[in-house]
C-alpha cells in the first residue's frame, strides 16, 4: 500500500485524486490533506480518508477546523 499526501485536496485536481484513492482504496492510503480555507470539505474529506495530518493553511480558518474536530463525538 502506498501512503500519499494530497496537497490543495478541496480543490478540482484534489477531489479527482480522492476519488482515484477511495476506487484504489487497497492501493492507497490518505497519509495528509492540505487545504487553504475550504474547511467545509477538508472536514469531509477527513472523516472518508481518516489522514493521520491535516494542514489548513489559513491561520483563522485553522482554529476554526480545530475547534469542528474538538467536538466531534468520536475520532476521525
Do not use: W
Request: aromatic share 4%; glycine share 6%.
Amino acid at each position: 500500500m502506498k501512503g500519499i499526501c494530497i496537497l490543495g485536496a478541496t480543490g478540482s485536481i484534489g477531489v479527482s485524486t480522492l476519488d482515484v484513492v477511495a476506487r484504489h482504496s487497497s492501493l492507497y492510503k490518505v497519509i495528509a490533506l492540505t487545504a487553504n480555507t475550504n474547511i467545509d470539505t477538508l472536514y469531509e474529506q477527513c472523516l472518508e480518508h481518516h489522514p493521520e495530518v491535516v494542514v489548513v493553511v489559513d491561520e483563522q480558518k485553522a482554529k476554526i477546523f480545530e475547534e469542528k474536530l474538538k467536538t466531534r463525538q468520536s475520532p476521525i
